[in-house]
């Protein structure tokens, strides 16, 4: 069936420093991919999607390539700062959204 | 342009009781789906409402149940309030017929079952 696997975390980085969160998953067909985010007490805000392969999603200054000869999509940004501290979701679309379990990122200044 | 809309913020029930949860899709959208997110997990597919009528559902009991209105508006009902029922519930809207879907999620009501 369809899934989505993340990396586990948390993931504890310096500000200034390189983040990827790995992402997979399993599907038939060409599924939209997405990454969310979702802040302290919040719901999911939309980070960045893809629709078809080889698209780069950015946003805020995180990427994301969708491979299907990898079936990856891989979260990406070269410095992370204290604010981009939250979990992360990747999800791909079947006509209703399926979630990874979510990747914890602290940012320490 | 007012998002997806969800009430209450946060709920308390004990358990066997019912709960009714509210949600007001973004203006221009026609589809809702609803998710539970359990705490340190990721959301969970419940259901899916389009032209009043479930159309997908996801591995949930028959305790959850849903409901769409003539202007789009969704409710979700769980009866018999289980412990494990405590979690975040998010509602999601887009619009039914373009692909690829733009999806927009809630901010959630945090369900506490006691």
């Known amino acids: 069936g369809n899934s989505v696997t993340q990396m586990e975390g948390p993931v504890t980085l310096s500000e200034e420093a390189f983040l990827t969160i790995n992402c997979t998953y399993t599907?038939?067909?060409?599924?939209?991919l997405f990454w969310y985010v979702q802040y302290p007490g919040e719901g999911l805000q939309l980070l960045l999607k893809?629709?078809?392969?080889?698209d780069k999603g950015s946003n805020k200054g995180f990427e994301a390539t969708y491979r299907k000869e990898t079936t990856s999509f891989h979260l990406e940004k070269g410095s992370v700062q204290v604010s981009d501290s939250a979990v992360y979701f990747c999800?791909?679309?079947?006509?209703?959204?399926?979630f990874g379990t979510g990747t914890r990122l602290q940012v320490f200044p | 342009d007012a998002g997806v809309t969800q009430s209450p913020t946060h709920l308390i029930k004990t358990r066997g009781q019912q709960v009714t949860l509210r949600c007001s899709p973004k203006?221009?959208?026609?589809?809702v789906s609803w998710y539970q997110q359990a705490l340190g997990q990721g959301p969970q597919f419940i259901f899916q409402?389009?032209?009043?009528?479930?159309?997908q559902r996801g591995n949930f009991p028959d305790r959850f149940s849903g409901h769409q209105f003539p202007n789009y508006s969704s409710e979700l009902n769980v009866n018999a309030l289980l412990l494990g029922d405590s979690a975040l519930y998010l509602c999601?809207?887009?619009?039914?017929?373009?692909?690829?879907?733009?999806?927009?999620f809630g901010s959630g009501t945090r369900l506490t079952v006691v």
């Open positions: 999601a809207s887009r619009w039914g017929s373009q692909k690829p879907y733009g999806y927009t």
């Open positions: 599907a038939t067909g060409y599924p939209s």
């Open positions: 893809a629709t078809k392969a080889d």
């Open positions: 999800a791909l679309d079947t006509d209703k959204l399926i």
């Open positions: 203006s221009g959208h026609d589809t």
């Open positions: 409402y389009y032209e009043e009528e479930e159309r």
